[in-house]
């Protein structure tokens, strides 16, 4: 079967603006040439010399966190609970049947940065795709923010998915969402600004806490959304088996089956 895949998700590098301060990847190469500490101690005797071209292995030391990189997010990042007071899963424990699925684009890029979606913007977007949803299909928003990624605005580029507009999508059967921005929500330096007006902190962090009425994941930090049609894909995201852990990182990809589209 003829396949297309496109790759979805963006490096874990060091020195890019993907994450907050304090909160980046750090990543220590160690090459051939200066890794012979590591495995002369399984080989007494052994000289650097002795291996081909000096050259021993390429590792390397990686410090992270758990939503470095495209990551998926487990209800239990957004809350201790779900389903209207049900424990709330951890990321080892998502149903992977979420987690490969057809895929279907909302095309947000045209809404100013920090605006936050609402249920009518969704429908309309849905209606201008001529889609309507099926319960497990994954729906991921493609923000200004996937545009910017690595520069310095990143974080306070792109909109973000409203409580409401979360419910709307999880109320059709949708169980997994994903966004080319750092945050499914808005930019937090536009909701700070919001909140400091109004002082309702339930515009903190809105779209994820939807999930203490109904669970669901969502991937944050895709990449290449611009190059995928409204539908017609899958979307493949297995995300890595950390015990208890709120998130896990993932190699989130699209897959077309060229077969199909051709008949």
């Given amino acids: ?20 301060p304090g909160l980046q990847p750090r990543i220590t190469y160690h090459r051939h040439e200066s ?8 080989f007494p005797g052994l000289q650097q010399d002795d291996l081909p071209d000096g050259a021993v292995w390429a590792v390397e030391d990686v410090a992270l966190n758990t939503h470095n990189g495209t990551h998926l997010d487990a209800p239990w990042h957004f809350h201790p609970t779900m389903d209207g007071g049900q424990r709330a899963i951890t990321i080892d424990e998502v149903d992977l049947d979420w987690c490969f699925q ?15 979606i609402r249920p009518e913007d969704v429908a309309a977007e849905l209606t201008r795709v001529g889609h309507a949803l099926k319960p497990l299909e994954i729906v991921v928003v493609n923000t200004r923010a996937g545009s910017r990624y690595g520069q310095p605005d990143y974080l306070s580029s792109g909109v973000g998915m409203g409580r409401d507009a979360t419910m709307y999508l999880l109320e059709r059967g949708v169980r997994l969402t994903g966004t080319d921005a750092w945050s499914w929500d808005a930019p937090f330096s536009h909701t700070a600004t919001r909140y400091a007006e109004t002082g309702d902190a339930s515009l903190v962090w809105e779209g994820h806490k939807a999930s203490r009425h109904i669970g669901y994941c969502h991937l944050e930090k895709l990449h290449n959304l611009e190059t995928l049609p409204a539908h017609g894909f899958h979307i493949c995201c297995f995300p890595h088996k950390i015990r208890g852990a709120s998130a896990g990182w993932t190699r989130a990809v699209a897959i077309f089956d060229e077969r199909l589209r051709d008949a």
């Avoid at 890794?35 to 399984?42: V, Y």
């Avoid at 057809?102 to 936050?116: N, Q, S, T």
């Fill in 102 to 116: 057809p895929g279907v684009k909302l095309d947000f890029r045209h809404l100013p940065d920090g605006y936050v």
């Fill in 1 to 20: 079967m003829a396949r297309r895949i496109v790759d979805l998700s963006i490096y874990l590098e060091n020195d890019v603006a993907s994450d907050p």
């Fill in 35 to 42: 890794s012979f500490h590591q495995m002369a101690p399984f």
